[in-house]
């Protein structure tokens, strides 16, 4: 079982609220990423961290910012929250590969599940 | 365009049968690929991972199996259980990018019904 948490689990807000989705794991790893995905669609990168001060956007364009002041948070906000922002939200951790292997596991949190109505 | 493609979308069984699940790629240059579970509103949680120089790889009752040379990964699940029920996503990483891009399947849904 990974150790990478995501708070809170499901979220029910209206529109124009300002909201901030929690991403903290405890295994140190550097790079954290957050997802966004539909039902029966794929995981879309929206933003990653390769360390502390490191943050870029993903491939899907995403009105989210991010922040990494700490190694373990990776925290993602929504100024003013809109109906197209209704989606899953998963958090992603992984360590920096090996010099000897390019290989590296990215562990993922149980998810944020965000209406916004 | 770099591409993951999984079938089936979606698969009913009987629970104590046996499963292949399809994956093919267009991803290159290639790294690796992995299998994920993801039951419903949960995250995905790794099954196995595989290298260029590997062909096939066990964990428990899940087999997977790759080739390279045509692109292909299959995900054999044997003696299904009811827990088994989930969406399996294939994914392939680059090392065309520091970042190791993963490319997502968009997963098979599987249903074990008893």
């Known amino acids: 079982e990974a150790d990478i948490y995501q708070t809170p689990r499901y979220l029910v807000i209206g529109t124009g609220k300002k909201i901030t989705l929690e991403c903290s794991q405890t295994m140190g790893h550097d790079k954290m990423y957050w997802y966004q995905q539909d039902p029966g669609m794929e995981l879309h990168l929206i933003h990653y961290s390769y360390g502390v001060n490191s943050t870029e956007k993903g491939d899907l364009s995403s009105e989210s910012t991010v922040s990494r002041i700490r190694t373990e948070h990776f925290p993602l906000t929504l100024e003013s929250a809109r109906p197209s922002h209704t989606s899953q939200y998963l958090c992603?951790?992984?360590?920096?590969?090996?010099?000897?292997?390019?290989?590296?596991?990215?562990?993922f949190g149980p998810g944020t599940r965000l209406t916004v109505t | 365009k770099n591409q993951v493609e999984q079938s089936p979308q979606s698969l009913i069984i009987l629970e104590g049968k046996n499963c292949t699940l399809q994956?093919?790629?267009?991803?290159?240059?290639?790294?690796?690929l992995r299998w994920y579970k993801q039951d419903t509103g949960r995250g995905p949680v790794s099954l196995t991972i595989m290298t260029f120089s590997e062909n096939t790889k066990s964990n428990g009752r899940y087999t997977a199996t790759l080739d390279a040379d045509t692109k292909q990964s299959s995900l054999h699940i044997t003696a299904s259980q009811l827990s088994d029920s989930a969406s399996y996503i294939c994914?392939?990483?680059?090392?065309?990018?520091?970042?190791?891009?993963?490319?997502f399947g968009r997963g098979t849904q599987l249903t074990v019904w008893p």
């Open positions: 994956c093919n790629y267009t991803v290159s240059p290639f790294s690796n």
């Open positions: 994914v392939v990483s680059d090392r065309g990018s520091t970042l190791g891009r993963l490319y």
């Open positions: 992603a951790s992984s360590a920096l590969p090996d010099r000897g292997s390019p290989s590296y596991e990215q562990y």
